[in-house]
């Protein structure tokens, strides 16, 4: 397991199409919008 502060595009891509995936099959989203949000736009800087 790796540590990371942000992801790369790519990264992020491929995140977002493996819960658009989960999301299709099973009908639920498996993470909130919220968590989405600080994907796609960052998260909360502490």
């Given at each position: 397991?790796?540590?990371l502060?942000s ?5 992020q ?16 989203p ?17």
């Open positions: 397991m790796q540590h502060n992801l790369s595009n790519s990264q891509d491929g995140v977002i199409t493996l819960i658009n995936a989960a999301t299709q099959h099973d009908g639920t498996p993470i909130s919008e919220h968590i989405v949000l600080h994907l796609r736009h960052g998260g909360d800087k502490s």
